[in-house]
């Protein structure tokens, strides 16, 4: 099973492009952590990008949500994923029809097809929304991961509607490579989706909002997902940024080297 292979093997003989750029980076770096940067400032934000760049694999935004939002914040963190060496994964969650989303990925005042590596989307309004996604993504190169389980307390994304979103995933791999889910949704040896998981915290259980935490060595060793997802456990403290990032770094790192190390 692919579980137990190495990010370098798989990057050897993925066919998404994207995931196997995503797969080269973290063996490169020896990372699997991403940062959600979910803070409402130009400012913030590529403070955060910058501190946190040399340890992450990819730097995952909320663009929507930054108040004094220009091209020049594009135009930088673009230029911070360059020197430091991370992809961008706009956390869109696209939820319309085939047709809106298009404009919605492409167009408007953020154009985020144009600058970020990957982007995500629910799969309720069927599988036209992937179509449509694809139709302005794959010619850039950009790749999608399915919302397949959510961390939140009580997420209706479980079942048969989470079986549905892997059987899409199954039939676009030339644009979908993952999941954003809480463990690997491969049911065969020859499938490797990327599973980043969100909720991944080292000191809390949960924050109060129904968010649940869980620490790197049960998301990457004992549901064998591939990134873990950090947010506030990061940048929570302005002070202790980078010493945060280095610290989930190590302790993912660790958890993969042990999980492909049990083989």
């Given at each position: 099973?692919?579980t137990f292979?190495?990010?370098?093997?798989?990057?050897?003989?993925?066919?998404?492009?994207?995931?196997?750029?995503?797969?080269?980076?973290?063996?490169?770096?020896?990372?699997?952590?991403?940062?959600?940067?979910?803070?409402?400032?130009?400012?913030e934000?590529?403070?955060?990008?910058?501190?946190?760049?040399?340890?992450?694999?990819?730097?995952?935004?909320?663009?929507?949500?930054?108040?004094?939002?220009?091209?020049?914040?594009v135009?930088?963190?673009?230029?911070?994923?360059?020197?430091?060496?991370?992809?961008?994964?706009?956390?869109?969650?696209?939820?319309?029809?085939?047709?809106?989303?298009?404009?919605?990925?492409g167009?408007?005042?953020?154009?985020?097809?144009?600058?970020?590596?990957?982007?995500?989307?629910?799969?309720?309004?069927?599988?036209?929304?992937?179509?449509?996604?694809?139709d302005?993504?794959?010619?850039?190169g950009?790749?999608?991961?399915?919302?397949?389980?959510?961390?939140?307390?009580?997420?209706?994304?479980q079942?048969?509607?989470?079986?549905?979103?892997?059987?899409?995933?199954?039939?676009?791999?030339?644009?979908?490579?993952g999941?954003?889910?809480?463990?690997?949704?491969?049911?065969?040896?020859?499938?490797?989706?990327?599973?980043?998981a969100?909720?991944?915290?080292?000191?809390?259980?949960?924050?109060?909002?129904?968010?649940?935490?869980?620490t790197?060595?049960q998301?990457?060793?004992e549901?064998?997902?591939?990134?873990?997802?950090?947010?506030?456990?990061?940048?929570?403290?302005?002070?202790?940024?980078?010493?945060?990032?280095?610290?989930?770094?190590?302790?993912?790192?660790?958890?993969?080297?042990?999980?492909?190390q049990?083989?």
């Open positions: 099973m692919n292979k190495t990010y370098s093997e798989r990057a050897a003989r993925h066919p998404n492009a994207c995931a196997r750029a995503l797969f080269e980076l973290m063996e490169r770096k020896q990372t699997n952590l991403s940062v959600a940067a979910d803070v409402t400032t130009k400012k934000l590529l403070a955060i990008a910058d501190g946190v760049g040399p340890f992450i694999c990819v730097l995952k935004t909320h663009i929507d949500i930054v108040e004094d939002f220009d091209q020049d914040l135009d930088q963190l673009t230029q911070l994923s360059k020197k430091h060496d991370f992809m961008i994964f706009e956390d869109r969650k696209f939820a319309d029809i085939g047709n809106t989303v298009k404009h919605q990925y167009k408007g005042i953020y154009k985020i097809a144009s600058w970020s590596h990957i982007t995500n989307a629910h799969t309720v309004p069927g599988e036209g929304i992937i179509h449509g996604l694809r302005v993504g794959l010619p850039l950009r790749g999608l991961l399915l919302l397949a389980e959510m961390s939140s307390k009580g997420a209706l994304t079942g048969a509607y989470t079986s549905e979103s892997v059987a899409m995933a199954r039939r676009n791999q030339d644009f979908v490579f999941f954003i889910a809480q463990h690997q949704m491969n049911e065969h040896d020859d499938e490797d989706f990327v599973v980043m969100p909720g991944v915290g080292l000191d809390v259980k949960g924050d109060g909002l129904g968010q649940q935490y869980r790197p060595d998301v990457i060793k549901s064998g997902c591939d990134v873990i997802i950090v947010g506030r456990g990061i940048y929570g403290n302005p002070d202790q940024v980078e010493y945060q990032a280095k610290r989930y770094r190590d302790a993912g790192w660790k958890a993969y080297l042990e999980r492909v049990k083989q």
